[in-house]
């Protein structure tokens, strides 16, 4: 088995605590109840995947979501919605990522959007009181920023291709069985992180 010189992480659930219950309940009191239909840790619906390959602004997500409540909200109302998963950062899985950095080249692979990415760098920012998750790695791909989306194979080309990277000699770590099991297929190493794991169980 090839040396692992590469090892790229997930962000939510992996780096970054998340509850997607308190997005589903915060959605169900603006009137939408079936939330958990259209968007979950498994799965995205169209519109969704827009808004996480960067194919819809803000402005037309929101503008969306008023379309499918017909309730009276506002855009604040639905961001604040939207943000509700997104929890603390794990401290102590950051400064493992620090040991990590002597031996290996890191990377971080994540579905986001523009919405979240501002919520989690400011959460980022105020516990930490650093400037910019990215500094922990050698490259981060967002899936808003580069318009492909985890569990596609076409993301896991495009990170290799982009970083010049072996699969052989990469390890990929994610919480989402659909993502790991995308991955093996393309050549990587993998390691599913289970929801009572952190990443310092990694054996590398």
Known sequence: MAETKNIIFDLGGVLLDIDYHKTIDAFKNLG?????????QFKADELFEKLETGKISDTDFYAAIKNRTKAVISD???ESAWNAMILDFRVDSLIFLEKLSVHYKLYLLSNTNSIHLRCFRQRFMTQTSKPLLDAYFNKAWYSHKIGLRKPHSAIFEFVAKD???IEE?????????????????MGFKTHHLLANEKIDVLNV
């Open 32 to 40: 939408i109840k079936n939330f958990d239909e259209m968007f979950s």
């Open 76 to 78: 604040e109302q639905i």
């Open 169 to 185: 000699e990469t390890l990929f770590v994610d919480d989402t069985l659909m993502n790991i099991e995308t991955a093996q297929k």
């Open 163 to 165: 970083a010049n990277l």
